[in-house]
């Protein structure tokens, strides 16, 4: 079992920024993915940004160039990055963690309005 706590969120304006941390804790082995996912109000829950402990990483196109995932080693911590916020960016954003199935963090608030 594995067991993700997050940190971070709150409310932002617009062009501002916030950054995301998650943890990840228990039976872990050499090869994981984590990052992030988000759903906002009344839309499906989608990928936002995720990295390989090898540190390949995957982004939406919505938020390239903007948002940045990396990690911590030997942490089993991931971070997220996220700048020049549009109100768009508004949802709850879960820590996401695959290991042989996947595991989902309770989920942040990021609010991103004037």
């Known amino acids: 079992q594995v067991q993700l706590v997050e940190s971070g969120g709150g409310l932002v304006q617009p062009g501002g920024s916030l950054r995301l941390s998650c943890v990840a804790s228990?039976?872990?082995?050499?090869?994981?993915?984590m990052g992030w996912y988000r759903q906002a109000p009344g839309k499906q829950r989608e990928l936002v940004a995720v990295?390989?402990?090898?540190?390949?990483?995957n982004y939406a196109d919505a938020v390239k160039a903007r948002f940045t995932v990396s990690r911590a080693y030997g942490k089993n911590t991931v971070y997220l990055q996220m700048n020049s916020l549009k109100p768009e960016d508004t949802a709850v954003y879960y820590c996401?963690?695959?290991?042989?199935?996947?595991?989902w963090g309770h989920g942040t608030q990021v609010t991103v309005s004037i």
């Open positions: 990295i390989s402990n090898g540190g390949s990483t």
């Open positions: 996401y963690f695959y290991q042989f199935r996947d595991y």
């Open positions: 228990g039976v872990i082995f050499n090869s994981w993915r």
